[in-house]
């Protein structure tokens, strides 16, 4: 028995070696992704090097944000960047951050994601303050690149309190 599942996935694996056993959506699909995920990373990376620009690079000229901290709304390149220099500099220490519970869903040249971002910045006195926060993403792909184009990132809010929840658990 365990000899025949054994063929049939030897089978199954050679035939979809073949060329055009996969369809080319399904190949553009997972290289689209393969992109996506890499645009976080490098997100990542940046931020840990504290480097806007790097940052940036991942936005299109026009995006549009909701972010955490004030104005309610960020519209435009040069006004996020700012909003991103800003921050750094009101906490220049070590930073750090992690992206999980990634998911994206592709339709031709937009796609969509969530994740959640659990990230810690120091301010000026040393001290640590960390944050997880839920993010959310519309992403075109232009010119063969794949740019975020809309944000959204927020803290779940305890109603009888008021208060942000910054360290929110699943």
Not at 10 to 32: K, R
Not at 63 to 86: A, E, H, I, M, T
Not at 91 to 97: C, N
Request: aromatic share 10%.
């Amino acid at each position: 028995m365990q000899k025949h599942i054994c063929v049939a996935v030897a089978l199954f694996c050679a035939v979809a070696a073949l060329p055009g056993a996969i369809p080319a959506g399904a190949q553009a699909n997972a290289a689209d992704k393969a992109a996506i995920e890499a645009l976080y990373k490098q997100f990542g990376d940046s931020f840990s090097k504290r480097n806007t620009s790097a940052i940036m690079a991942l936005y299109d000229h026009d995006v549009f944000v909701f972010d955490l901290v004030p104005p309610r709304q960020y519209s435009g390149w040069d006004v996020y960047k700012k909003d991103w220099d800003d921050t750094f500099a009101m906490l220049p220490g070590p930073v750090s951050i992690a992206v999980s519970d990634l998911a994206i869903t592709i339709v031709g040249p937009v796609a969509y994601s969530h994740y959640i971002v659990d990230g810690t910045m120091t301010d000026k006195d040393g001290k640590q303050i960390r944050m997880v926060v839920r993010s959310t993403d519309v992403l075109r792909k232009q010119s063969g690149k794949w740019l975020i184009v809309q944000e959204h990132n927020s803290f779940p809010v305890d109603l009888a309190t008021g208060q942000a929840d910054m360290l929110s658990k699943p």
